[in-house]
């Protein structure tokens, strides 16, 4: 099937818009980005005039949506929520697994590669308990090279791994990691900034939603947070108003820059749904009016869509849409190395788009070179 997409202003990894820009779409992927391809014979024309054209969003930190969980969902229950997310603009997800037990994270990811996401994000076990967050204390372990070999050794789709790198003495767990082609990132963890420095030598390159479950920017200590603003790798943001303010989603995005700044939602089973209890990491959750928390008040993921964090980011940061968009597409890919097949607009990359009008709202989406709407 070839759809033709004409008429739109399509944002360029350049941070800037090719005005009326045709996009010729082939059995799934982009195949022509010039006038010339209008000349070309297209089975259906999709009208974006007076539409920005974007990439479909990247979510590489989400636990779940829909009532359900990545960590113990049926295969067709991920489908569902695979669904869900696209419909909601987000069409790459890095199913994130938040701690469980050993059973439930080998059947997960069994259950995830079936269902064809891009990625799995271990984000739970190798964590410090002094900043374990959500995550009930029986499933931590410390990060061992052996411990990360059980898992990683399954997996047969990119991976992205959050980890108290800091209890990672010898750093073999890092190089377990990085051996499996993993990337690996900073995160629930109790690093002073020299720490923080060794986790970046020894292969990390991001930090796990910057700010949440890491120690304070503090002037005599800075702590990850510091080595974080002075370039110390991407930067994860949940841009919700809830776990990080305005005014330091600021102050973090103009230190990070606009290609070290991703955007995540973190979002848990409850994301979509009524209030009520839900659960993340082996701990009951409590969803009221949009917050997640554990019984004590802590707080226990968002229930956050991603494009309202793009434009949460606008409104904190001061910054337009065609800087925003970068932070939920093209950074998120890199970040975990799967931006050679998403997160931007050209030829070759899969046909994933976003048809939004003057006001912000999601027209239409194209998932995998189809139109959902």
């Known amino acids: 099937m ?8 399509v944002w360029s990894t350049t941070h800037k818009w090719l005005k009326n820009c045709p996009v010729l779409i082939e059995d799934g992927t982009i195949v022509a980005m010039d006038m010339d391809c209008c000349e070309k014979a297209a089975d259906a024309h999709i009208d974006a005039h007076g539409l920005c054209v974007l990439p479909g969003l990247v979510d590489v930190h989400t636990h779940g949506r829909a009532g359900f969980d990545f960590a113990n969902a049926t295969k067709e229950q991920m489908q569902l929520m695979k669904l869900d997310y696209a419909k909601r603009g987000v069409t790459s997800v890095f199913a994130t697994l938040a701690s ?5 994270w080998e059947n997960a990811i069994a259950a ?9 994000h271990f984000e739970g076990r190798w964590l410090n308990p002094g900043k374990k967050g959500a995550h009930a204390p029986h499933l931590l372990a410390l990060p061992t090279a052996a411990d990360a070999e059980h898992f990683l050794r399954l997996v ?4 992205h791994v959050s980890a108290a790198l800091e209890l990672d003495e010898d750093g073999s767990f890092a190089k377990a990691v990085l051996s499996h082609g993993a990337t690996l990132g900073l995160g629930h963890t109790c690093a002073s900034a020299g720490e923080a420095r ?15 479950a890491m120690p304070p920017l503090h002037h005599r200590e800075g702590g990850a947070v510091a ?6 790798g991407y930067g994860e943001l949940i841009v919700d108003g809830v776990h990080v303010c305005p005014e330091m989603i600021a102050l973090a995005y103009r230190c990070l820059g606009a290609d070290k ?13 009524p209030d009520g209890e839900y659960s993340i990491a082996g701990m009951p959750v409590f969803l009221k009016n949009g917050k997640a928390v554990l019984a004590d008040g802590t707080l226990a993921g968002s229930t956050l869509n991603l494009w309202d964090g ?5 409104d904190f940061a001061n910054i337009p849409l065609e800087d925003a968009i970068a932070c939920a597409t093209v950074n998120p890919a890199r970040m975990v190395g799967i931006d050679g097949t998403v997160g931007s607009i050209e030829v070759g990359k899969r046909a994933d788009l976003l048809l939004v009008d003057p006001d912000l709202n999601i027209k239409r989406v194209v998932y995998r070179g189809e139109p959902l709407n």
């Open 156 to 159: 047969h789709v990119p991976c």
């Open 310 to 314: 793009v434009k949460n980011l606008m």
């Open 100 to 104: 469980a037990t050993e059973e439930e």
């Open 198 to 212: 060794v986790a970046i030598a020894r292969g990390a390159t991001s930090f796990t939603h910057l700010y949440n």
């Open 227 to 232: 080595v974080a603003f002075l370039g110390g």
């Open 112 to 120: 995830i590669e079936a269902c064809g996401y891009e990625g799995i």
């Open 2 to 9: 070839r759809y033709l997409i004409e008429g739109g202003n």
């Open 261 to 273: 700044t991703v955007l995540i939602t973190d979002s848990m089973a409850g994301t979509g749904c």
